[in-house]
DNA sequence: GTTCGTGCAAACGGTTTGCAACAAT
DNA sequence: ATTGTTGCAAACCGTTTGCACGAAC
C-alpha cells in the first residue's frame, strides 16, 4: 500500500507499521466504524496493536485531517474517510450510517443569519431503509 | 408549579418532588444542558436529589416525550425541551449550542431518496459567534 | 402491604493518560 | 543519545444497574 505511506507523509504523519495498518483499514471504509471497531479490524491483520495505539493514531488522522470524526450516534464517535461534503443517514433498525450525497439534500446555507460564522454545515437524516 | 405538574400528569408521568424539581428546571432551560449539569441545577435546590435519579428520570421523560435528546456533542448527550422543529447551531469555542429557528435553514426534504424512509431530519451548524 | 420512586454504590463501556520499553535516526 | 512510537495497565468520565430503604395509595 504505497499511496497510504504516500497519504500519510503528505499529512506530516511518519509512516510507522500500525499507523499503516490503521490507515490502510480506516481510509477505505464505507462503514463508519467507531474507534473499537477499527482496533478489532486491524487487529486480524497486526494483532500486537493496542487498543490504545488505534485511539490515538485516530485522533491523530483527524487532527490532521486525514479523517473526519462524526458525533451521530450516542456512545461512541465514528469515523468518515470521506472528506468531501456529504450528508449521512443513520439507520433506526441497524444503527448502521449511509453517506448520502451532497445533492440529495438542498440546504439553503443561511447566510442571514445574524451573529454567525457558519464553518460547516452537517445534515442527519434518521428512519429507516425501504424494500 | 403547578403547571410543571399537569405537565407530568399528562405525559403520565407520577410528580414527585424529584421529578417536579427536575422538570421545573430543564423544562425552561435553553441552553442544553448535559444530564450532570441536570443534576448540578437541580441539587441546588433539592440537595439530596440523586444523580442516579436525574439519570434515570431525564431519560424517562425522553421516552414519555417531554423532552428531546439530542447527539450533537462527544461525550455526553444533551437535552432540549423544545420540541418544535427547529435546528441546532454549535459554538466551536465555547461548545455552546443555540436553537435556530425551523425557517433559518432551508432544507429541501429529499423525497427522491431511493431506498430511505425518512423519519426525521437534523440540520447542525457549527462555527463561532461574530461580533 | 404492595407498588412505585429514590439514594447509594458498584459496575460498565468508551476513551485517555502515565509510563517504561523500544525503534529509528 | 535523542526523539518519536508503542503496549500495557490504570485512570477517567458519562451513564446504567442492582438493591435495599422509604413513601404513597
Redesign the pocket.
Known amino acids: 500500500m504505497t499511496d497510504v505511506r504516500a497519504a500519510l507523509r503528505a499529512h506530516d ?2 509512516p ?4 499503516v495498518a490503521i490507515a490502510g483499514y480506516v481510509l477505505g471504509v464505507t462503514s463508519h466504524p ?3 471497531e477499527v482496533w478489532t479490524e486491524v487487529k486480524a491483520r ?1 494483532p ?6 488505534v ?3 485516530l ?1 491523530l488522522f483527524v487532527e490532521r485531517g486525514l479523517l473526519r470524526q462524526l458525533v451521530i450516534r ?4 465514528v469515523f468518515d474517510p470521506n472528506l468531501e461534503p456529504h450528508h449521512h443517514f443513520v439507520d433506526d433498525e441497524t444503527g448502521e450510517i449511509h453517506d448520502l450525497p451532497w445533492d440529495a439534500v438542498a440546504v439553503q446555507a443561511a447566510d442571514d443569519l445574524e451573529g454567525y460564522d457558519v464553518r460547516e454545515m452537517q445534515v442527519v437524516l434518521r428512519g429507516t431503509r425501504r424494500a
Not at 48 to 53: E, F, M, P, Y
Not at 74 to 77: A, K, Y
Open positions: 504523519i511518519n510507522s507499521a500500525q499507523r467507531s474507534a473499537d497486526l500486537s496493536v493496542s487498543r490504545a495505539t485511539y490515538n493514531t485522533n450516542g456512545g461512541s464517535v
